[in-house]
């Protein structure tokens, strides 16, 4: 094998028409660093002009080089180069000059094609724009360019396919995004992301699916959401062999919201117990059968040694309405834990005499949701792997500052997710 094989192999590019001079490599000082600056020229007999499309024969000239400084990765983490002498031809059939082209470089870019690699394969990491474009040592622009090549690649590759079971939910977005809230749509068994539109409004979520064909749409059989009620409509109208699955951490925090409340009105108005009532709020919230009834201790607040069960239950005995609220959160609660639709019918449709007014607002919503509830208990679906992408995106906002386009938002939430494979179409890159 020869010298210019083993170097090629060391700087992981693969061209049979680069060959390296002697001293193939340079140490130079560039932008104020150290780098290495290698030294090669690329040459090949053409097989035609490509100018004028004449077979090659003598009257296609060689013409001189043409220089061009190409950044590649870091070699032992020094900044490093290519400087590529290119053949040029002169075609005296057109007489025009044209330079040899390679694959590892596209026409008219400074930066190499495993750069653009490289900058892809850092951006699935937890760092910022920014640190991406130091460690490559390229521009913070080129960087943009490289999550704009694999948002364009995104939209080639997701059309009409759904899968069965889908999930819709939303999230705060970035400040450029025209609604508040942007909408993010998962597969439900996998977890994984499919898409995120920039407007969760109802309007744009119908122009949006009517992309997709009808059959990819019908053969969407269920969909889990939360109680937003736009989505309903949304489902009735787009999906229809979809059946509705209500989420059921949204209820569990619809109801907790409610007891919460309920709490808090109680703590303002009781100042000998403001502080317990404060203290202990968790516990409230806490299924009653996860409470400790055995180990006796000190807790702050208290005087005598008691127990995580007899302070719940001291709490909420301190007024009618907390009781009873708190009774009813217990059992719907125990209805969703246990996927209890018997027990679930009962709580709600009970006479209640002292429960809160955040309560009763709860249960009415969640009456009116009960036949998309029974798809919960059935299917056992859930948005909790939304939930986990929702924290990764806030994770990754805080993190990676400076996303002030939702598409660049969004293709950097792709890739990092593996939705986008960085190895996928490398060359078309930028
Ligand atoms: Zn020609």
């Not at 004449?54 to 009257?59: A, F, G």
């Not at 909408?183 to 439900?188: G, H, K, L, Y």
Request: aromatic share 12%; glycine share 2%; proline share 2%.
């Amino acid at each position: 094998m020869s010298q210019d094989y083993y170097i090629l192999k060391t700087l992981n590019m693969e061209e049979d028409n680069i060959h390296f001079y002697d001293e193939f490599v340079k140490e130079e000082i560039i932008d104020g660093k150290r780098s290495l600056v290698y030294q090669a020229y690329l040459t090949y007999i053409p097989e035609y002009c490509p100018k004028c499309g004449v077979v090659y024969d003598e009257k296609i000239e060689k013409h001189g080089f043409k220089n061009s400084l190409i950044k590649i990765p870091a070699v032992s983490k020094l900044n490093s180069y290519l400087s590529l002498n290119k053949q040029r031809y002169i075609c005296h059939h057109c007489n025009r000059t044209f330079t040899c082209s390679t694959s590892i470089v596209n026409y008219g870019c400074n930066i190499s094609n495993n750069t653009k690699h490289s900058i892809a394969v850092d951006l699935t990491k937890k760092i910022s724009q920014k640190d991406v474009a130091i460690y490559n040592n390229v521009s913070s622009n080129s960087v943009e360019r490289v999550i704009d090549s694999y948002y364009d690649l995104d939209n080639k590759v997701y059309k009409n396919i759904l899968p069965t079971a889908l999930s819709f939910d939303e999230f705060k977005s970035v400040k450029s995004a025209d609604g508040n809230m942007s909408f993010i749509m998962c597969n439900v068994k996998t977890g994984k992301i499919i898409d995120i539109v920039e407007d969760r409004r109802l309007n744009n979520l119908i122009r949006y699916f009517a992309r997709y064909s009808r059959q990819s749409r019908l053969n969407v059989k269920y969909i889990v959401i939360d109680m937003y009620t736009p989505y309903i409509s949304l489902i009735k109208m787009m999906f229809p062999n979809a059946k509705i699955v209500i989420d059921k951490f949204h209820l569990i925090q619809l109801i907790s919201k409610s007891l919460n409340k309920t709490r808090i009105k109680l703590m303002k108005k009781d100042k000998v117990n403001y502080n317990k009532l404060k203290r202990y709020w968790k516990n409230i919230l806490k299924y009653r059968l996860e409470l400790d009834s055995s180990k006796w201790r000190k807790y702050t607040c208290f005087k005598d040694l008691t127990t995580e069960l007899d302070i719940v239950n001291y709490l909420v005995s301190l007024d009618k309405e907390l009781e009873e609220t708190y009774q009813v959160y217990q059992d719907l609660l125990y209805a969703f834990q246990n996927d209890n639709l018997t027990v679930l019918e009962e709580t709600l449709n009970k006479k209640y005499n002292n429960i809160s007014e955040y309560m009763k607002t709860s249960i009415k919503t969640i009456k009116e949701y009960t036949n998309y509830i029974k798809n919960t208990f059935i299917t056992k679906y859930h948005n909790g792997y939304v939930e986990g992408n929702n924290n990764f995106i806030k994770v990754l906002k805080s993190i990676a500052f400076g996303f002030r386009s939702f598409l660049r938002f969004k293709a950097r939430i792709m890739i990092c997710k593996g939705l986008i494979n960085p190895k996928l179409k490398e060359a078309e890159i930028l």
